[in-house]
């Protein structure tokens, strides 16, 4: 299963200078749930912009076509060449950038988005759009803001009708 995992906001932005744009601990421990153990797929950029470099406890498969070192991951030229070299009963999750995202969405079985209620001023990267209707909701979790979170957010899991 071809899964795409994101937090958006109501613009659909994603990060800026190559950050996230927002903190939210909730939506960290998700991610985390989510695709441990599983297979993660991202971009260079993305791959650049994690702090302790590949996630530990999932096979770490990074996009690029000129760059080939890594460590903790694996590379391909391509999305389709990735695809090609992982069992199909694999769980997979697209985690990043937005190129990574666009190019993905026609081939993801499923979106796991936490969806952020509120619009950042300043965005550079932005997840893009997608057709609802072609979707149905197989999970949706409200989360009001408190202590730890700024904003208000849903956990929505999207199944390809």
């Avoid at 950050?19 to 695709?35: C, G, I, N, S, V």
């Avoid at 076509?65 to 070299?85: H, I, M, N, Q, V």
């Avoid at 069992?87 to 997979?92: G, L, M, Q, R, S």
């Avoid at 759009?129 to 730890?148: G, L, P």
Wanted: glycine share 4%; net charge negative; proline share 5%.
């Amino acid at each position: 299963m071809i899964s795409i995992i994101a937090a958006i906001a109501e613009n659909n932005a994603i990060g800026n200078n190559g950050k996230l744009l927002y903190w939210l601990p909730a939506d960290l421990r998700r991610f985390k749930a989510l695709t441990t153990g599983n297979t993660i797929i991202m971009g260079r950029k993305t791959f650049d912009s994690l702090p302790k470099g590949a996630l530990p406890n999932r096979r770490n498969i990074v996009l690029s076509r000129s760059k080939t070192d890594f460590p903790g991951a694996e590379a391909f030229a391509s999305l389709t060449e990735a695809l090609a070299a992982l069992p199909a009963e694999e769980d997979i999750y697209i985690i990043g950038g937005a190129s990574v995202y666009a190019e993905a969405l026609p081939l993801a079985d499923r979106l796991c988005l936490t969806e952020i209620h509120d619009t950042p001023k300043e965005a550079d990267a932005f997840f893009p759009d997608f057709d609802r209707e072609e979707w149905d909701v197989a999970f949706s979790e409200r989360h009001e803001k408190d202590e730890k979170h700024d904003q208000d957010f849903d956990f929505i899991d999207y199944i390809r009708k």
